[in-house]
């Protein structure tokens, strides 16, 4: 886990490890970039990475978090009904698409699929999903599968191009999700 830090200095020391990781998978795999290659891009010590990072994992994390946390600042739910709120979240991703692209082809979804969770969990989506009859201890499951259709949808989205417009994709994957397919 990345450390959660406020301070001016560690805040660019993270800005700084996570746009060197990006550049870097720009450049060859993720499973071949070493923390050393990471701290080189970034003009920082190793000493720098740690404090701020447990592993290379948690600067992708970092990255996608971050990511979510500004989009979520600018989200209003209230008035807001599903279709509309997975549009406003693939119009983001879309907007990320490179950086997708890149988990994608190396094989990190499963750090989309993480913060999608914290993400439904955190606003409380399932609530407009209606499943306020849900027992409390299913929600964790129901939070999980959400984000598994979600990431699988941004997945393949990303693998062909991103051919879909946001919209459309909104309303395939909220039929999904409602089984409208399957009446």
Same mark, same amino acid.
């Given at each position: 886990m990345y450390k959660k830090i406020t301070n001016s200095s560690a805040v660019r020391s993270q800005k700084s @490890?996570?746009?060197?990781l990006i550049e870097l998978m720009n450049e060859m795999p993720y499973e071949d970039i070493t923390v050393t290659d990471i701290c080189q891009k970034a003009c920082v010590v190793r000493k720098t990475f740690y404090r701020n990072f447990n592993a290379k994992g948690d &600067? &992708?994390?970092? $990255? *996608?978090?971050?990511? #979510?946390? *500004? #989009?979520?600042? =600018?989200?209003?739910?209230?008035h807001t009904d599903i279709r509309n709120i *997975?549009?406003? $979240?693939?119009?983001?991703i879309k907007e990320k698409g490179k950086f997708i692209v890149l988990l994608v082809q190396n094989g990190l979804v499963r750090f989309v699929q993480k913060? !999608?969770?914290? #993400? $439904?969990?955190?606003?409380k989506l399932y609530e407009k999903l209606k499943a306020q009859n849900i027992k409390e201890e299913h929600l964790k499951?129901?939070?999980t599968q959400i984000a598994v259709i #979600? @990431?699988? !949808? @941004?997945?393949?989205?990303?693998? =062909?191009?991103f051919v879909e417009t946001p919209n459309e994709l909104a309303e395939i =994957?909220?039929? *999904? !999700?409602?089984?409208?397919?399957?009446?």
């Open positions: @490890v996570s746009a060197a &600067v &992708v994390q970092y $990255i *996608l978090d971050d990511a #979510f946390k *500004l #989009f979520s600042s =600018t989200l209003d739910l209230s *997975l549009e406003k $979240i693939y119009t983001h913060t !999608m969770v914290d #993400f $439904i969990n955190a606003e499951y129901l939070s #979600f @990431v699988g !949808m @941004v997945e393949t989205w990303a693998e =062909t191009g =994957t909220r039929d *999904l !999700m409602y089984g409208k397919f399957y009446d």
